[in-house]
T-cell receptor
Framework: GNSVTQMEGPVTLSEEAFLTINCTYT??????LFWYVQYPGEGLQLLLK?????DKGSNKGFEATYRKETTSFHLEKGSVQVSDSAVYFCALSEGTGANNLFFGTGTRLTVIP | GAGVSQTPSNKVTEKGKYVELRCDPI?????LYWYRQSLGQGPEFLIY????????DSGLPNDRFFAVRPEGSVSTLKIQRTERGDSAMYLC?????????????FGEGSRLTVL
């Protein structure tokens, strides 16, 4: 079946530090991979995506590369800001046309000034 | 409104009672999804509508859970004979046919507490 394993949090970093949040997946086919973010008091929103192996998704300074050989989709940012404090969810879809997503457990990031 | 709207934002009920949670998707979005999120967990898929029909209800945990979308817009998630284990955040999302694959627009959720 499909599943996503995500680095447990919480993660606390100082402003301008480098961020990595690990994500690995198990899928029966060729999934699409996503990172969603939930800012305090808001709904989940798509941060970035990659639909095939070696694709790199990027947005707001965040990047993640779809690695089929290691079944991973790690999220990185070179210099975090206080405004990046949020919960980050790795997710996959089966890529069969349906858009329902399988989510990881989420990683809470707190960035301190 | 501009986003997905869910009501109520909070619902406290007693074990055995019936509950309805409502979702108003973004106008024009034909696909609608319900997810359930327990504390410390990621959202778990419950059901997916394309228009008025349930295209995939494989995530509904048992027959106490039911969802409808009679006019292809607003959806209601119905839970009968609630149990304490049903306590969770219930999330609704919508997406646009032909939009970015996997881009779901989520509401802020309805938090259900069963005492």
């Amino acid at each position: 079946g499909n599943s996503v394993t995500q680095m447990e949090g919480p993660v606390t970093l100082s402003e301008e530090a480098f961020l990595t949040i690990n994500c690995t997946y198990t899928a029966t086919g060729y999934p699409s991979l996503f990172w969603y973010v939930q800012y305090p008091g808001e709904g989940l929103q798509l941060l970035l995506k990659a639909t095939k192996a070696d694709d790199k998704g990027s947005n707001k300074g965040f990047e993640a590369t779809y690695r089929k050989e290691t079944t991973s989709f790690h999220l990185e940012k070179g210099s975090v800001q206080v405004s990046d404090s949020a919960v980050y969810f790795c997710a996959l879809s089966e890529g069969t046309g349906a858009n329902n997503l399988f989510f990881g457990t989420g990683t809470r990031l707190t960035v301190i000034p | 409104g501009a986003g997905v709207s869910q009501t109520p934002s909070n619902k406290v009920t007693e074990k055995g009672k019936y509950v309805e949670l409502r979702c108003d998707p973004i106008s024009g979005h034909t696909a609608l999804y319900w997810y359930r999120q327990s504390l410390g967990q990621g959202p778990e898929f419950l059901i997916y509508f394309q228009g008025t029909g349930a295209a995939d209800d494989s995530g509904l945990p048992n027959d106490r859970f039911f969802a409808v979308r009679p006019e292809g817009s607003v959806s209601t998630l119905k839970i009968q004979r609630t149990e304490r284990g049903d306590s969770a955040m219930y999330l609704c999302a919508s997406s646009l046919l032909g939009g970015v694959p996997g881009e779901l627009f989520f509401g802020e959720g309805s938090r259900l507490t069963v005492l």
